[in-house]
């Protein structure tokens, strides 16, 4: 399966324009991409026309050869997950619930022993196997996050698309989680795309940058490249400097 | 990253525990339904004429043993009571969980969409003008009278929703807005009726399984055999749809189509319900909210122990409305009412967990 690409894509919320002509060339598989760019640049409409959930007014969507917008919506959210990271946690569903609606994926009544088997070991691995009987509507905003997750994870898809899938983590669950989301591309080798604010953990785990601003995409490759450009302190509006910190790792400071 | 090791139980552990609470679940559901015999073998017994509770189950059973009177009494007089009693109970509290469900609102029941003052509105019609909507029903106008305005309530719902597209806070107001609508015109009809009529409109209001016949206990049956399934078949989807509208779309749920559906499933099952036993208040709410504080909302819980707590509180109802005074059977629609809130203000104050906050 080769990756996911993206040409020409238009939208608008009514008359405000929020994606001019975005497109980028095909995402490597098992390599993670990150997708930065300031608030309100269209990074969740980007997702959410990748996915589906939107319809855009121009352009195309193609996974492989194949064009997503080909494809019912059930389809196509069955090949690319995407998971809002906040849900409204009201309900009386516990953890475990939420993870096994996730692996079922709408399908039959019935649960398997295998599909508790595999949500078990999601759990597990995603590090709140404590949580598993908790309900939603009692877990901290980090909680939940981490929840959404390991949702997104049990889900076996071609394209997995993360928004900020770390925003109201602790430094330790950081690093974490997006280790964890890095594995799992690598292991199978599909495509991962992940928005992110925070530009050092952007430099640190993804392989490949794309900047989004204006409602287009300002610079595109290796965190090297992109991070030391000129766009990425113009998009921004501040001042940046980029330094190597003591393990090799690229540093990202903002004036 | 150093390779912290992994806090909390092993998978093993985890897959576990979730058996065990399938289990449970299993077990609470088995229970819910033996008692439910219970209530309506001692619903069949009680009353003035005396019977045997093994005397009753050997003339269920084998329906050539019993004496004439007791055939009367038990197969054409109570049974269908008891059992229409068990179907309008399932029907009701099936129909209040979805409703909370699609609606995400916790008030939500026949009554807040206005069904069951569209219902009282088209048996005034009937008992007040005289009019019969459907020609050629003969004595079952009222009830079918109730039913068309009831159908027609939620028909105005549906295109409502065609309009304005379907955000629950849009539904509830509009449904408010019909609940007092029909009230107001209930009103006017109210005043104009002679004191037999107000008298017979009143009594309607209250609601009665008096009325119950094997036809209509009939078509409770066959109305929750062809919607029962419809929502087991879409169980994943409405427990999606607790998480919010964002991640049950994002799993592939159709959303609005999804309310619309089940918005007409609910709709036929309250309208039925409501014109059949009158008006009865409070076990589409109360139901469905026993069965999420015992169970959970996933539906595969949540649906089945809505339905039978439906029934068992309205078949306990049954019960009580001919225990309380010997020979009256007071109306159900007030016992429920009576018996019901304290149980479920216990039931609230004594829960940990909050789920509407």
Known sequence: ?255 | MPDTPLLGPSASDIATGYRKSITKRILIVGSAIAVLCLTVLLDIVSGPFDASIGRVIQVILQPTVATTNEAVVIWDLRLPVALMAVAVGAMLGVAGAEMQTILNNPLADPFTLGLSSAASFGAALAIVLGWSLIPGVGGLFVTVNAFVVAMLTSLGLFAFTRLRGVSPEAMILVGIAMLFTFNALLMFLQYGASEIQLAQLIFWQMGSLARATWEKVGICVALLAVVLPYFVYKSWALTALRMGEDKAAALGVNVSGLRLAVLAGVSLLSAVAVSFVGAIAFVGLVGPHIARMIVGEDQRGFLPLSALCGALILSGTSIASKSITPGVVYPIGMITSLIGIPFFISLILTQRKRHWQ
């Open chain 1, 1 to 255: 399966m080769s990756g996911l690409h993206v040409t020409g894509l238009d939208f608008a919320y009514g008359s405000r324009p929020i994606l001019k002509g975005v497109g980028f060339a095909p995402l490597p598989t098992g390599k993670l991409t990150a997708l930065i760019g300031p608030n309100a640049s269209g990074k969740s409409t980007l997702f959410r026309l990748i996915a589906g959930l939107l319809k855009p007014n121009g352009g195309q969507v193609h996974l492989g050869d194949q064009d997503l917008a080909k494809l019912s919506t059930r389809k196509r959210l069955q090949q690319v997950c995407f998971m809002p990271q906040f849900f409204t946690a009201n309900a009386a569903l516990t953890v475990f619930d939420v993870v096994m609606m996730a692996q079922k994926q709408l399908r039959g009544w019935k649960v398997s022993s295998a599909d508790i088997d595999a949500v078990a070991e999601a759990l597990h691995r995603g590090g709140i196997g404590h949580l598993s009987e908790a309900y939603v509507s009692e877990l901290s905003g980090g909680q939940s996050q981490m929840i959404s997750v390991v949702q997104a994870l049990v889900r076996r898809s071609d394209v997995y698309l993360f928004d900020e899938p770390t925003s109201a983590l602790d430094l330790r669950h950081q690093l974490d989680v997006l280790g964890r989301i890095r594995d799992a591309i690598a292991d199978r080798q599909v495509t991962g795309l992940v928005a992110l604010h925070d530009l050092n953990l952007a430099a640190r785990f993804a392989d490949h940058l794309i900047l989004l601003g204006e409602g287009r995409i300002l610079a595109e490759g290796p965190p090297d490249t992109v991070l030391r450009s000129d766009a990425i302190a113009r998009t921004y509006g501040v001042e940046i400097e980029v330094t190597e910190g003591p393990r090799r790792d690229l540093l990202v400071h903002a004036y």
